[in-house]
């Protein structure tokens, strides 16, 4: 492929992408080049798929991703780049994470090998469900600018109670070495509430 083709083909791209609404100089070329990151690696990893298959399904990913981002970018150059409310930036996340939620579990239910049963799945789709619930609550509690000195440091400490619940219900093996960050992370929690640091 000669330089000039290249070009070529980069210069019909960007007129596509700006017919479809995606003009700002900045995010036009990201765009683009994720497109063809994205061809590159769906058509080399096609082409090698027996000896490669990883190359492909990487491809399938920045797939994802490019719809992903390409929404996004869309979604604000409609809205006009500027500042914008804590509210509405909580409708964009809201907006696509579930996309990027209902995009992969699609790609996750046609890349699976064995046949689906709802009541065998349920425990895994409750987990994820509780999941996106509290990573909803965790963006909800760090846009709230008037406490958000308040909720870091319970929100920091998920760490030390996943831990110390895998020792409880999973009787996970834990030696000194751990006792001692826990209390080490336990204690730096504390004082960035106490201090409000």
């Given at each position: 492929m000669t330089a000039q083709t290249l070009k070529t083909m980069t210069h019909s791209l960007d007129a596509w992408l700006w017919r479809r609404g995606i003009g700002h100089p900045v995010i036009r070329p990201l765009?683009?080049?994720e497109l063809l990151l994205t061809a590159l690696f769906l058509l080399g990893g096609g082409a090698a798929?027996?000896?490669?298959?990883?190359?492909?399904?990487f491809?399938?990913?920045?797939?994802?991703?490019?719809?992903?981002?390409?929404?996004?970018a869309r979604f604000f150059l409609r809205a006009g780049l500027g500042e914008y409310s804590t509210a509405f930036l909580r409708v964009v996340l809201l907006r696509w994470g579930g996309r990027?939620?209902?995009?992969?579990?699609?790609l996750y239910l046609l890349a699976r090998r064995e046949k689906f049963t709802f009541k065998a799945e349920l425990p895994k789709y409750v987990g994820a469900a509780c999941e996106?619930?509290?990573q909803l609550f965790y963006?909800?509690?760090?846009?709230?600018e008037e406490h958000v000195m308040m909720s870091a440091p319970i929100i920091s400490a998920y760490c030390v109670a996943s831990v110390l619940w895998s020792r409880l219900f999973l009787k996970e093996k834990l030696?000194?070495?751990?006792?001692?960050?826990?209390?080490?992370?336990?204690a730096g929690i504390v004082i960035l509430g106490i201090y409000d640091i």
């Open positions: 765009v683009r080049n798929f027996s000896a490669t298959p990883w190359f492909f399904w491809g399938v990913g920045l797939g994802i991703m490019t719809l992903t981002f390409w929404s996004l990027l939620l209902l995009l992969g579990g699609l996106t619930v509290g963006i909800y509690a760090l846009a709230d030696s000194w070495k751990h006792y001692l960050m826990i209390g080490f992370v336990v």
